[in-house]
């Protein structure tokens, strides 16, 4: 019998320990003795431990468990990853003939009422959600006893598989992922709705170079009862306002998260790293956000005092808004294509027309734009 049948049998309080060991020795001295196998769950059967009303149930949540247990109208082709809430698979949309990613809820996590409340709040916050860089919701449902989201399938890399493989990023690549992260946000935080979990993990880059914000699992809608707990999220890239457990987050605590990402991609390392979670949530508290340029000479001022003004620990001394900070990236992406010689795409946005104080601080060749971040924190 498989490991994952045993640990659920021990679980569900179907058998004891003494019990799945006894019918282990009698299943092997069976095959030694070259008589017809019979499993661990057949000998626990057969002895009336188990019922086989029981057997077929584990036989089952096992085939669920490995993509086995098709779901009507999609085919299970390939498992993408599996996380604390279950395992998210490639699958084909037979009726519309295209692929899909379909994430089924673990087997065991459904007999959890707080846990499928969790896969169903991520199920209604994907679907209120219409944005290219996000990846959109497709289908909820359940079958045969499998609760299953079924999402878009983008066809590419997470930013933090890029980096585990690569470590730091260009600048120039690391403000345009920012700046597709910060539409995503802006059109979510529209929606009264906080993602609570921006990481590397979470954004996948298609073949195409389109950033796509994914697993809105821990969002929090607005009309939520907040009756879970909000301490939720990575403790990397966790806002100080998080970390305290507070309820009322606010959409600043996304973009903390997003300055957390932005340190990582520009610098190849966490901002903050301890000798556990609880030692980085603490410096998340207490420790200043250190300099990107400490890491890297080669990164613009402009982008070091953006990521370091993103993370700042009071949520009133970062940008405003995903919105405002679109602008600032916007201008920021424009100006390092000027500064390198490139003409910005055909149909960009155009930049916001600056004033001549507002260049670069004296003493500096960074591109503009320290001045209109402090700017922004006075007016508010």
Known sequence: MSDFKIQRMLEKGLATQAQV?????????????????????????????????????????????EGREQIAGYRLDQKLGEGAMGSVYKARQLS???DVAIKVLAPHLSEDDSYVKRFVTEAKAVARLNHTNIISGIDVGEAGGVKYLVMEYA???????????????????????????????????????????????????????????????????????????????????????QARGEHDLTERADLYSLGCTLFHMLTGREPFEGADASAVLAMHLTEPAPSVRTFDGSVSERTDLLVQTLMAKDASDRIGSAKELIGILEDAVKELKAARGKAAPVGAPAARSKPASSAAPKGSDAPSGPAPLRRRRRRR
């Open 21 to 65: 060991d006894e019918a282990t020795e009698i299943s092997s001295k069976l095959t030694e003795m070259g008589m017809q196998a019979r499993s661990v769950a057949e000998v626990l059967c057969e002895k009336g431990i188990i019922t086989s009303e029981q057997l077929e149930d584990l036989r089952r949540e096992e085939r669920r468990s």
């Open 96 to 98: 519309l003939d295209r």
């Open 155 to 241: 066809d590419g890399q997470t930013v933090a598989s890029l980096l585990t493989r690569g470590g730091s990023m260009d600048e120039e690549r690391v403000l345009g992922i920012g700046l597709m992260m910060a539409r995503a946000l802006d059109h979510a935080h529209r929606n009264n709705l906080v993602h609570r979990d921006v990481k590397p993990d979470n954004i996948i880059l298609t073949k195409d170079g389109v950033a796509k914000l994914c697993d809105l699992g821990l969002a929090k809608m607005e009309t939520h009862e907040g009756d879970e707990p909000a301490r939720m999220g990575t403790a990397a890239y966790i806002s100080p306002e």
